[in-house]
């Protein structure tokens, strides 16, 4: 299974980016899929989920409200619309997929991991 995620930009605080990320491999629909990211000199962190059909979600405290994951099985491509984007949102993000929807918020529950692209919240 390899993932490949883009999107990735400089955007100004109070903006908006979308971030994707294309499955291949496998069938799509098999995984969850979840998204992280990793800040400079910091772990790296859980930022949402979704279920296999879409039917089911879960976010970080410090991105509720502001961003949404969704998914396209048609497309084999999950998507995080982040809005609101703050200074404190800088980060690599990465996508990852999993066979389990449960415990999603930790890495292990992950088998296969995109090579990440960088979001730069700055003015």
């Known amino acids: 299974v390899q993932l490949q995620a883009s999107g990735g930009g400089l955007v100004q605080p109070g903006g908006s980016l979308r971030l994707s990320c294309v499955v291949s491999g496998r069938p799509f629909s098999d995984y969850a899929m979840g998204w992280f990211r990793q800040a400079p000199g910091k772990e790296r962190e859980f930022v949402a989920a979704?279920?296999?059909?879409?039917?089911?979600?879960c976010y970080g405290d410090s991105v509720k409200g502001r961003f949404t994951v969704s998914r396209d099985n048609d497309k084999n491509m999950v998507s995080l619309q982040m809005n609101g984007l703050e200074p404190e949102d800088t980060a690599v993000y990465y996508c990852?997929?999993?066979?389990?929807?449960?415990?999603?918020?930790?890495?292990?529950?992950?088998?296969?991991w995109g090579q990440g692209t960088l979001v730069t919240v700055s003015s």
């Open positions: 979704v279920s296999w059909r879409g039917g089911a979600t």
């Open positions: 990852a997929a999993g066979r389990a929807y449960n415990n999603v918020r930790a890495q292990y529950k992950y088998d296969y």
